[in-house]
């Protein structure tokens, strides 16, 4: 063969290192998901079946349709094997309808669905007017080091985090005050979508956070 050892041994060390991400796919913004991993030189694997999560070193539950992603999750069986990878410590962001999906509580009455985040969330909370807006807003933990950044949002049908439990941070308000974004250990959950603004900072904290999970 006309590849040099050293050349031989990066192609080995990087596939021993380089994370596969897995994208809830059976409903939502999935797509973007997997560009943006793509775009940061990352694979990303859509997951429909619990079988899509063997060699998955982290996971994007996209947004979309709570209701609808609630439904496919139980009818594919794929609560059970979520629950597992995030046991084994592996890290979870939800976005928008997948932060819905996390949550320990949901406002006015749906049962929870993975409950691994310890808040309370109220779906749609931001009323008509604001159905759907964009806001630059300072995340915590996503700079170097886990220092804060600065990062454009988009929200849409946005749910609201209306409680942060004690096992869970919050990690972005709005000015107003409002929680957008709470995290638990490796559970990431957002009310926004960084995905359409060209935000690469909350996959940038995926990736990294799945790489030292593998490590
Ligand atoms: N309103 C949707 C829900 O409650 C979430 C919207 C979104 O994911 N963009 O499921």
């Known amino acids: 063969m006309n590849v040099s050892p050293s050349a031989a041994g990066n192609t080995v060390a990087k596939r021993h290192i380089a994370p596969i991400i897995g994208v809830l796919a059976v409903q939502g913004d999935f797509a973007e998901h997997i560009r943006m991993l793509e775009s940061l030189g990352v694979e990303g694997r859509e997951v429909r079946l619990p079988a899509d999560l063997d060699g998955v070193s982290g996971l994007v539950l996209p947004g979309g349709e709570s209701t609808a992603m609630r439904k496919l999750l139980h009818r594919w069986d794929l609560v059970k094997p979520i629950k597992a990878l995030a046991k084994r410590g592996a890290p979870i962001l939800g976005t928008c309808a997948g932060a819905i999906l996390l949550a320990t509580k949901i406002a006015d009455g749906d049962e929870p669905v993975l409950s691994l985040l310890d808040v309370e969330v109220r779906r749609n909370a931001f009323g008509r007017q604001l159905e759907s807006f964009e806001t630059s807003l300072v995340m915590e933990g996503l700079g170097n080091e886990g220092r804060s950044r ?64 593998l490590g």
């Not at 849409?156 to 941070?169: D, H, T």
């Not at 000015?175 to 909350?202: K, M, N, S, W, Y």
């Open 150 to 213: 600065t990062i454009q949002a988009v929200f849409i049908r946005a749910p609201e985090i209306v409680k942060v439990g004690p096992s869970a941070r919050a990690v972005a308000t709005l000015e107003d005050g409002r929680i957008v974004a709470a995290r638990q250990g490796r559970i990431l959950g957002i009310a926004f979508h960084p995905e359409i603004t060209g935000e690469t900072g909350v996959h940038r904290w995926l990736v990294a956070e799945a790489t030292a999970a």
